[in-house]
């Protein structure tokens, strides 16, 4: 992997991007303070062309069967746009683009693009999957690891949000297609927002995080010691399977989310 790293300063926030690692964030801070948890597999990544997990790694596409790699046996997880090398298509000020094409193992051709942008109060991430050929499923989403605590001293996040519903799952954690009430944590689990994502985390007297999203699909996963994720997405797990979004020649895949921050 290219150790290419592109920082982004706005005020006091500060935000490093790694094109070579997947686009991933590999850090952001606010007054000095880190968010993210370090090290190779976190941060935050992009998770394209699909989220979560995919039963037995197969999806079907126009009546066609796909197989895609077991990175986590059983399953596929979480894309491929994270073990790629992606690359810098522009740098100004603020704002930075990324882009990589769509290869093996995926079936199709397409191009992914990722735009970061920090102002002084907020971080936003858009993302976009193309096609100029075939027409073919895709997910997008984004999977930041926040850091339960802030400080060696200070009290863990608390997580608040007002969902709809929450996708059951079964024993390998993929929806079983069935929604119930919110259940309380911890969670490792999909919960469904239809007037989008909205997803609070206070770390008291430090900061607040509000996690945004027009998509309405939001995974919360806070089962580690030492981080939490709000992953919103443009789908469920397993959503080639159940609830395929279609990338077009004449409609591709957008999704966005912004994270704003209020110091308390």
């Known amino acids: 992997m290219s150790s290419e790293e592109i920082t982004l300063a706005a005020g006091d926030a500060e935000v490093s991007v790694r094109a070579g690692h997947g686009a991933r ?3 952001l801070k606010v007054d000095g303070v880190e968010l993210l948890r ?4 976190y941060g935050c990544f992009p998770m394209v062309p699909w989220c979560g997990r995919v039963r037995d790694g197969r999806f079907l596409s126009g009546g066609h069967p796909h197989q895609l790699p077991l990175n986590s046996p059983p399953h596929a997880i979480h894309g491929t746009g994270r073990d790629t090398a992606w690359k810098t298509a522009r740098v100004g000020g603020r704002e930075a683009v990324f882009t990589y ?7 199709y051709a397409g191009r992914v693009t990722q735009i970061v942008e920090l102002t002084e109060s907020a971080l936003t991430l858009r993302m976009s999957v193309e096609t100029y050929d075939d027409s073919f499923p895709a997910q997008a989403g984004w999977h930041p690891w926040f850091n339960r605590r802030l400080t060696a001293d200070g009290e863990d996040v608390r997580i608040a949000f007002d969902a709809a519903w929450q996708e059951r799952r079964d024993d390998d954690h993929l929806p079983t297609g069935e929604r119930v009430d919110p259940l309380p944590g911890p969670w490792d689990d999909c919960f469904g927002m239809p007037d989008g994502v909205d997803v609070t985390l206070t770390w008291p007297g430090h900061l607040e995080v509000n996690v945004a999203s027009r998509e309405q699909w939001v995974v919360v996963y806070d089962e580690q010691e030492a981080a939490v994720c709000v992953e919103p997405q443009t789908g469920p797990p397993n959503g080639l399977n159940t609830l395929p979004r279609l990338v077009t020649p004449l409609e591709p895949l957008e999704a966005s989310t912004t994270w704003t921050w209020r110091r308390l």
């Open 101 to 107: 094409d769509l290869a093996d193992p995926w079936p």
């Open 25 to 27: 964030l590999g850090s």
């Open 38 to 41: 370090q090290g190779e597999r």
